[in-house]
């Protein structure tokens, strides 16, 4: 039997013959990407010509050092809470922008870097193309929560995706692709996978809720610790500190959740005193909690 003229269209139908680069663009654009901080390099040219295609719909902010790259993007997202991308080559280029990587990972900063690679057929034989290095994957591992190479363009959108869901899922942190400097140009038809939506949060455990009421009630050296993930919290916890009469201890991205002005806030060392004495401890959004 012939397809119904009302049928949904499967991704099969719904292929378009695009490069790497294009299919890796498209998905960027469709996961709410409007900026890409990068410097060019020979390795990510056709990413570049995609970017310049789609220049209606994200732009790209060039910068002197992949460094700066990087940072911006780490520095957008913290400021945003959303993830941001930066693009440069391989070797030295993922080197220089590893700090600002690496931070990302420490401050859970939902960070995606798109790296280039030498060809694909050269990755692993130590054959001195320029900007290779030994084992980039295996060091991109160290950085990242999630890292993959993008092979063909039908795998591109799919990836982006991945990379998404990871940057987003649970505890947030940084993700790479890589992509080999003869892959971005290839073309193929690939499906328009449409972005990942995130996952629902958990139903709120109403019987746990009222244990710990119970012991905060109780409570006669309560504190409270808070991590970044609790900047947008900041209302509440203030709230429960009032109440409680219980003093706010920050670190890092934490500052900054409770007004340091406020003369419940503690810095470390008088928290890390408070933490001996507390009878219960109530950790908001941090690494421990």
């Not at 039908?154 to 003869?182: H, K, N, S, Y």
């Not at 900047?231 to 500190?241: C, K, R, Y």
Request: a positive charge; aromatic letters at 4%.
């Amino acid at each position: 039997m012939g397809k119904s003229k009302h049928s949904t269209p499967s991704p099969a139908d719904m292929a378009v013959r695009m490069t790497t680069a294009e299919a890796t663009v498209g998905a960027l654009i469709a996961h709410g990407i409007d900026t890409v901080y990068a410097l060019p390099g020979v390795h990510n040219d056709p990413l570049f010509d995609a970017l310049f295609k789609a220049g209606d719909h994200i732009r790209t902010v060039h910068t002197r050092h992949e460094q700066g790259a990087a940072y911006l993007a780490l520095g957008a997202a913290l400021a945003t809470g959303k993830p941001q991308v930066y693009s440069v080559v391989p070797g030295p280029g993922l080197l220089n922008s590893a700090a600002a990587l690496l931070t990302a990972y420490g401050m859970n900063a939902p960070v995606l870097a798109l790296i280039g690679q030498i060809s694909q057929s050269a990755i692993g034989r130590g054959l001195g193309h320029l900007h290779e290095i030994r084992d980039q994957a295996g060091i991109i591992a160290r950085l990242v929560d999630f890292r993959a190479r993008i092979r063909t363009p039908t795998q591109a959108a799919a990836l982006v995706a991945q990379a998404f869901r990871a940057m987003t899922t649970g505890r947030p942190g940084p993700a790479a692709l890589e992509c080999a400097i003869d892959v971005w140009g290839r073309s193929a038809p690939a499906a328009v996978t449409p972005p990942v939506l995130p996952v629902p949060p958990q139903p709120i455990d109403e019987d746990a809720i009222g244990e710990a009421a119970k012991l905060l009630t109780a409570a006669k050296r309560p504190l409270i610790v808070a991590g970044g993930g609790a900047q947008d919290a900041a209302t509440e916890v203030a709230e429960l500190s009032r109440l409680l009469q219980a003093p706010v201890l920050a670190y890092r991205r934490g500052r900054g959740v409770l007004d340091s002005r406020d003369p419940l806030s503690v810095t470390l060392p008088l928290g890390r005193e408070l933490w001996g004495e507390a009878d219960v401890v109530v950790g908001v959004r941090s690494r421990g909690a």
